[in-house]
Structures are given as C-alpha cells and as structure tokens.
C-alpha cells in the first residue's frame, strides 16, 4: 500500500490523475515532482505531501482537507483510500476501482463518473452525482454511496448509474437523463426537469405541480434493486422492499422519470 | 487627492507603487469586481494572465445563472430594443424585471416590424406583483414558487398537462402569439428555472416565434462576459495559476475563495458603481474605484468615471451589446492628455485602464516566482 500524507496545502491541489497504476510506474523522487498546485508557485507532490510508494493497486491519502481536489479522478483500476476530507470533483471520470473517504466530500463528488465505485462515509457538497457547467453529463455509470447528507441537487443530469444516500437537499434528480437515485430522505422538489431515471426515497420534501400519482405499485425491478444493494447499502434495500406508490415526471420535460415513495 | 494607503491620502505614484507591490507578493490573487469599461476589463485579463490571478465579476452569481442554462442547452433570446419592435406578446416573469421600466415602455407600444406589425400588444405578468401603472394582465403564481410555475408552464404549453389550469389560458396565449418575449432576471430565478424558460421558449418554436429576454445585471457582467470569451475563450470566473485560463465557476467564485482562505490579496475594480463585498475588509486589497472615500480597502485609488469622464466601450442595455459611450464633459483633449497614470495634472482621474497597464508593467520588473510558468501563457 502507497501513502501520501498531506504535509500542508497553502492552496488547492490538483491530484487528477494520481492512481495506483500512475504512480506504480515512478519512483519516489520522480512522483515528488508531479505539479499539483493550481498557483504560481507551481507546488508538487514532494512539496505538500510524504511520500511513500511500494508499487501497490491501493493508494492511501492521509490527513486529508476539502483543499484536495479532483481526489481519484481518471481511476480506472485499484483502490484510493482518503482519511480526511476532499474537496470538488471526487472521482471526476473514473471508469473503475474503488475510492473511499473517511471525512465529508466537497460538490461535484462522481461527476462524469462511468465505472468503479466511491464511498462518502461523512456529507457530500451541492451536485454530488451531478454536471458540471456545461456538461453533458453528472454521475454516467459509477456507483456513488454517500453515508451522510448530500446537498442541493443531488445527481443533476446523471446520466447512468446508482447513487445512495442517506438524505440529500432540494432539487434531488435535477434534470436527470436516466440513472437511480435511493435516499431515506430528500428535500423539496426533487426531480425538477427530470427527463427519465428513478428516484426512491423514504420522505420528501414539497413536490412539483408536474408530477403526478400513477398509483400504488409491486414491481420486480425494485426487488431486484433492493437484492443488488443488499451488500452495498443495506437501508436501502430495505426500504425499496416496502410497498411503494408512484409519481411521474417531471411533465415539464419528457417526463418518464418516477419518483417511488412508500405507500402509507 | 485620489489616491489613499490605510485610508491616509497619498500622491497616486505612491498608491499604485503599493498596489504593485501587495500584488507581486502575493500567491493567490484574485482580480474581482470588474464593473467597468471594456478597456478596463480588457486590462483586468491582461493583468491576470501576467500574475497568475483569478477573476470573478461583482454580477457573477446571476450571470451564472444564465450562463449554466445556455452551456446546458442554449438558448433563443433577443434583446429590448427588438421585443419593443416586433412582439405582441409579453410575459414579464417573476418581481425584477418591473423595476427595470421596460414593461412600462412595452405596455404603451405595439410591434412595428416583423409578422407582427400592426398587431396589438399583450402584456402578461407570472409570478410578479406588477405595476399599477401599467396595464398588464396578471396570472396568479403557485405556492410552488416561479421555478415550478415556468415548468408547469412549460408542460402545458407541450399539452403534457391536460384539462382546467389556472395557467392553461397564458399556454395557449404563448401558443398563439406571433412574436412572444418571456422577459425575466435570471438571478430571480436562478439556473434550473433559466434552464426550464429555455426549454419552454424552445418548445414554442416548435409552433410559432418565441424568445427569451434576460434582463441584464447592472454591474457589466455581459460585458465582461464578452471580454472574457475573446480573451480566454472562457465564462468570467477564470484563473491563471497555471497559467493557462482555467475556467470553473466554483472554484473561482471570489466570495467563496476569501471565506476559504485561498486568495492572500486582491484587486476590486468599480470605475461605475458596484457593492463592495465584506471580504475586501479582511483580504489585503486595491480598489480602483470611480467614487472612492479612501477607506474602503488597504489601497484605493480613485479612477474616472467611463461615460462621464471620458468616452468608453459599456453595456448597452436596451441593445443588449457593448457600445460606445462618449463622455459627458467635452473635455476630450485634456482628456486624452492625462490618461497615463501618475500624470501631472492631479484633478483629472486616469482611467482604470491605465492604472491596470501600470501596474502590470511595474510588476514585470518584480522577479518571477515560477519562471517556467511564463512560458505557457
């Protein structure tokens, strides 16, 4: 297992791109002067961190702050394990491998995400999931769990795949193109602009005047939903095995996209 | 005396020696304001791109909210002058346009060119509180807010919503309408319901003409806008770290980089008025201002007026484009004159843009902190 141990960040640093495979091919002198800056100085690698590589698939950041941005972006294989927190675009593009955080995530956590999965086990900042300005897509295939609360706009303009979480803000499922979204609780009008793509949520908040009821519905997809994340996120599981009733939307847009809420 | 260092009154040299100075040694600048002419704003970019600053405009959070809509999905807009030429319908969204007076203005003409022409114009008002003065006819909003109202506006005008609505009627007004204009501020509204209203002004022109008319900010962040694409090729909240323009609109807000303790100096520029933000107080910081008293930041340095002191390329509101706006004073000789900055005659103000070009040349002569930096700009 490598480490790098956080010394100081006097500014944001860039760690895109810094994945077991990357730094499996460097020595410890040459990884300490990878530019990881984003000022003049041109800071690097060896400037903020200790460094210690052994050429392992596990790659663990330690003492981590929300001044690490772009934590895991571009992983494809391996595991990145963060102690501390992280700061926008967690996991920005990964195609597979695992990356976790011990702390809480800054916005845009698993956007553009196609493969792997990311673990949050604190909060997420606005847009976990979601685009970024201008892009076609937020979360495209990844799996996303956040153990805590996300914030606003949870999973804005996902485009595939599976976020959890355990609460998330106002806006949950904007603009969704397709994808799952699983949330004990989520906070007012969800799903604004949804086209397709699922929401499940135990509690919501104040829904949109373009959604509406289809009724009170028993569908395998959400057993076999609940079966796939019984490992994953247990909660979850068990909240999509209860009877559920049905909302369609957002009728604003295309509105094939649901929102499943427990009946009664 | 226009020039202050801690709120004593200093000669300018002296001030902008200090404004160099406090620029040269900081590692995280950030350029902020940028509510003045295009020269100015031009100089701003160009002073950035050099020290590896960031920029944010003071008009950034609504300018975002209408750039976000248009990267997302585009857009179909016009600008005041021609919804005042051809519409002959109006939907006025939300409270702040009303304070703009352009409804007034459309309340008492009707469309004169175009397919329009000749037709009466309708006024309509969603989501507002009007103006009694100006006859218009006023939908009721939902409990929901604006934002749910324009979806559901949206989803009626589709016919994806059926039967008895309190907004089917402005649906099939919208539908009917030759020329429609859906006038609104996008910081009212914010960027899910921009992007909604673009969806809804597209889906119209699917039957009939339709467009969408933001209401500009009145900090020049159109403007800055346009500045921003020729020189960087990128929205406004941009950095030069790396020396390359990274655009990302999180990370460069200003407000967000001060709370955060990420910027250690900065340079607010307001040669036309713009509110200045609390943390100027606490970030070492230049203004260049067009009213200045002297205490608002550890340097300040009073500017001229665009428009009023000498001629400047500014945001035309009715037009919606940058134009020219001569100065208010004939005083253009003397004028050009004194536009070098620490120029001798002390009554009249140099230009922002000046002061800019002054600061950069002074810190050229700084040494450079990454030398190979230099080399990708």
Redesign the interface.
């Known amino acids: 297992m490598s480490t790098l141990t956080l010394r100081e960040a006097?500014?944001?640093l860039d760690l895109a791109g810094l994945t077991p495979a990357a730094l499996a091919g460097l020595s410890e002198a040459e990884a300490a002067r990878l530019v990881v800056?984003?000022?003049?100085?041109?800071l690097t690698l060896g400037d903020c961190f200790a460094l210690r590589l052994d050429g392992s698939d596990e790659v663990r950041i330690v003492g981590a702050t929300?001044?690490l941005?772009r934590v895991g972006a571009g992983l494809s294989a391996g595991r990145i394990v963060v102690e501390g927190d992280v700061g926008?675009r967690l996991g920005a593009g990964m195609t597979g491998g695992t990356v976790t955080v011990s702390g809480s995530a800054g916005?845009?956590a698993g956007t553009a995400a196609r493969g792997g999965t990311i673990r949050i086990a604190g909060d997420a900042g606005e847009s976990a999931g979601g685009?970024l300005?201008?892009a076609a897509a937020g979360l495209d295939g990844a799996t996303l769990v956040i153990d805590g609360t996300a914030g606003d706009?949870l999973g804005d303009?996902m485009r595939a795949g599976l976020i959890v979480a355990t609460a998330a803000g106002a806006?949950a499922g904007?603009?969704m193109i397709a994808g799952t979204i699983v949330a004990d609780a989520i906070g007012d009008?969800p799903g604004?602009?949804m086209r397709r793509g699922t929401l499940v949520a135990a509690r919501h908040g104040?829904l949109?005047?373009?959604f509406v009821e289809t009724g009170r519905q028993d569908l395998v997809v959400l057993k076999l939903l609940a079966k796939s994340l019984d490992a994953l996120a247990p909660e979850a599981a068990s909240l999509l095995r209860a009877p559920m009733r049905r909302y369609g939307g957002?009728?604003?847009?295309l509105?094939k996209g649901e929102l499943f809420t427990p009946a009664g | 005396m226009t020039a202050w260092i801690d709120g004593q009154a200093v000669e300018r040299g002296t001030a902008v020696a200090a404004a160099a100075s406090l620029l040269a040694e900081a590692?995280?600048p950030v350029i902020a304001g940028l509510c003045a002419e295009a020269a100015a704003v031009q100089a701003a970019y160009d002073l950035a791109r050099a020290?590896?600053a960031s920029l944010d405009p003071a008009a950034g959070a609504g300018l975002?909210a209408d750039?976000?809509a248009l990267?997302?999905g585009g857009a179909m807009t016009t600008t005041p002058a021609e919804a005042r030429g051809r519409a002959d319908l109006v939907l006025v969204l939300g409270a702040a346009p009303w304070a703009s007076g352009l409804p007034g203005d459309l309340a008492v003409e009707a469309p004169v060119r175009g397919r329009a022409a000749g037709q009466p114009r309708a006024l309509l008002a969603l989501g507002g509180p009007g103006d009694g003065g100006v006859r218009h006819v006023a939908y009721p909003a939902?409990e929901?807010g604006l934002?749910?109202d324009?979806?559901?506006l949206?989803?009626l005008v589709a016919g994806?919503?059926a039967g008895p609505h309190p907004l089917a009627d402005l649906a099939s007004r919208l539908r009917g309408a030759l020329y429609g204009v859906v006038v609104y501020d996008p910081s009212e509204i914010g960027a899910?319901a921009a992007?909604?209203l673009n969806?809804l002004v597209k889906d119209l022109n699917e039957v009939t003409r339709c467009f969408a008319l933001p209401l500009g900010d009145p900090h020049q962040g159109r403007a800055v806008t346009q500045v921003a694409a020729w020189s960087t090729g990128q929205?406004p909240r941009v950095?030069?770290?790396?020396?390359r323009p990274?655009?990302?609109?999180?990370?460069f807000d200003a407000a967000r980089q001060a709370e955060?303790g990420?910027i250690d100096a900065a340079l607010w520029l307001a040669s036309l008025p713009a509110p200045l933000p609390a943390w100027t107080r606490r970030v070492p910081t230049v203004a260049l201002l067009g009213a200045p008293t002297g205490d608002e930041a550890r340097v300040v340095i009073g500017v001229g007026v665009p428009g009023e002191a000498f001629g400047a390329a500014l945001w035309h509101p009715r037009r919606a484009a940058i134009a020219w706006q001569e100065a208010a004073r004939q005083e253009a000789p003397r004028q050009e004159a004194a536009r070098g900055a620490g120029a001798p005659q002390p009554d009249v103000l140099p230009s922002a843009a000046a002061i800019l070009a002054d600061l950069q040349a002074r810190l050229a002569a700084f040494p450079v902190?990454?030398p190979?930096?230099s080399a990708s700009c």
């Open positions: 006097p500014e944001r800056g984003t000022g003049r100085r041109g929300d001044r941005d926008q916005p845009f685009a300005h201008g706009r303009r806006h904007s603009r009008h604004y602009g104040a949109l005047p373009t957002d009728l604003a847009t509105g | 590692h995280g020290i590896g975002y750039l976000g990267a997302s939902g929901a934002p749910a324009i979806g559901l949206r989803g994806r919503i899910l992007e909604m969806g929205g950095g030069f770290g790396r020396g990274e655009h990302d609109p999180w990370r955060s990420e902190s990454n190979e930096r």
